[in-house]
């Protein structure tokens, strides 16, 4: 795109007439990305400034360079003859008109799903995303687990993207001709606005417990964050929300679209009864204002009743036949990380899953307490750099629902590992536990205690494959590791 064509109305001041046709190739504000003949944009942060990323920025073969003229104790910067420099107001607003121009606004040619809350998103995403599928449409993904554009599977850096390669990949997926993209809308992402310009055709709204008050600071502040992606709806778009949670109640008033709810314990839009739990899945009716429905899933909790039936109320807001949606629901065999069991010949049952909140924990083992009355053993611990209120709490949780606990390391990232175990362990009031910082032995050590019927947990990291410490980040694939460790038991 022809820069003046691409700034037209958005830059007021001048621009160099040698640049006024230059064809800009490549939008970016992250400086190692492929640069030539591009602009650059060089954005304040709370870690690192932007501007002082220019100079690899050029040596990419950056053209264009924004930079905010308000920018004030910063080194000068020594800029190449070759090379044009725009002077704005505020970056990360400029950033934003152009990065939608750029891409084409994608958001006006897809149909975005958001999904938010605490606990619950990822499951969700893949609930509608397999019922796009039995529609026969086309659907992209992009979440915790990885983005999934078209044929593509590409890494998951955030739960929610960067502004950039939302528009980025939005346009991509509209170039595909796909119809819908679910998005998992963290409460960060939010916040940061990095779903700005993404004109959503509907959201969900899982619920709100104690997570990332690290970053928030308290409650209020989260559900702040997570009603932005309601306030910001279309009166022709819709809402779907769970009334069971308090935090969905309130969020209610706060939307202009129209509003879809769904419930367990109080009447509802889409609501459930009937509901049999057993370790093989779950069965039950959902009952809507059209009539109601049998369903059998293969997955089991409370918990996953909920996620089924937000996924449900999302496809009838999208006038799906009620057997599509439930052809698509029992479709999906299970969803990476979550309550993901581990198939093995010793008759115990193990299960992994990405809990690593207080409630997200209380929901697992709860889940399993419903289909079991069997010892469960629990391998958990907590990340580092994270919200340390909610260690012992977590701690409290699985010295209640859990028979027997192993507390190790999860990411631990800059802290010392041994000192969030000691955290964690606060919140026991009964000697049923014993710490190990070594994952990989606190898990041999839990499927050596297990014996036949019994059930292992193993929390905190799912689908991830790696761990993070603070000088490096290893492999760790806790479904490989299971059955390299299971093929050594006697």
């Not at 006006?108 to 499951?123: E, L, P, Q, Y």
């Not at 109080?266 to 049998?294: C, M, T, W």
């Not at 089991?300 to 089924?308: A, C, D, S």
Request: glycine content about 8%; overall charge negative; aromatic content about 8%.
């Amino acid at each position: 795109m022809r820069l003046s064509e691409l700034i037209d109305g958005i830059y007021t001041r001048p621009l160099p007439g040698a640049y006024k046709d230059f064809d800009v190739l490549n939008l970016s504000c992250d400086s190692r990305e492929e640069q030539k003949d591009g602009l650059f944009v060089a954005l304040g942060g709370t870690k690192f400034n932007g501007e002082d990323f220019i100079k690899d920025a050029i040596a990419q073969g950056a053209k264009i360079i924004v930079k905010q003229s308000s920018s004030m104790g910063l080194k000068p910067l020594s800029i190449p003859d070759q090379v044009c420099v725009l002077d704005v107001d505020d970056s990360k607003y400029f950033l934003h008109c152009i990065g939608q121009r750029f891409y084409g606004n994608p958001s006006d040619k897809i149909k975005s799903v958001g999904v938010t809350g605490t606990n619950g998103k990822t499951t969700i995403t893949y609930l509608i995303e397999s019922i796009i599928h039995a529609t026969a449409k086309r659907c992209g993904v992009i979440g915790t687990v990885n983005y999934r554009i078209g044929d593509k599977i590409l890494p998951s850096k955030n739960t929610t993207p960067g502004f950039l390669d939302n528009q980025r990949y939005l346009a991509q997926l509209v170039s595909l001709g796909v119809d819908y993209c679910v998005m998992e809308a963290s409460s960060h992402a939010l916040d940061q606005g990095r779903l700005e310009g993404i004109h959503f055709n509907s959201g969900i709204f899982t619920n709100l417990t104690q997570d990332h008050l690290d970053y928030h600071k308290d409650m209020e502040s989260y559900f702040r964050a997570k009603s932005l992606l309601f306030k910001n709806l279309s009166s022709t778009a819709v809402a779907i929300i769970n009334v069971d949670d308090q935090y969905g109640k309130l969020l209610c008033p706060l939307t202009n679209s129209k509003i879809v709810t769904y419930a367990i314990d109080r009447p509802a839009d889409v609501h459930a009864q009937n509901i049999i739990y057993h370790l093989s899945g779950s069965r039950f009716e959902i009952v809507f204002a059209q009539g109601q429905i049998k369903i059998h899933t293969r997955f089991i909790g409370k918990h996953n009743i909920y996620n089924i039936l937000a996924a449900f109320a999302w496809g009838l807001s999208q006038n799906v036949n009620p057997e599509r949606i439930r052809q698509g629901i029992e479709n999906l065999i299970h969803v990476p990380g979550r309550l993901e069991s581990v198939d093995n010949d010793k008759g115990i049952f193990i299960f992994i899953d990405y809990a690593h909140t207080e409630d997200g924990l209380v929901n697992v083992l709860k889940a399993l307490r419903a289909v079991s009355s069997e010892k469960i053993i629990l391998v958990f611990g907590c990340g580092g750099d994270r919200d340390h209120t909610k260690r012992p709490k977590m701690g409290r949780a699985a010295c209640t629902l859990a028979d027997y606990s192993i507390v190790t390391t999860d990411n631990s990232r800059s802290e010392d590992p041994q000192a969030i175990i000691d955290e964690v362990v606060v919140g026991f009031t009964e000697n049923n536990y014993e710490t190990c910082v070594d994952r990989k032995e606190a898990i041999n050590r839990a499927l050596k205690l297990a014996q036949e019927d019994q059930i292992v947990l193993i929390a905190g990291k799912g689908h991830e494959d790696y761990q993070v410490f603070k000088d490096r980040t290893i492999a760790f694939n806790e479904r490989e590791i299971v059955k390299e460790l299971l093929g050594e038991l006697p």
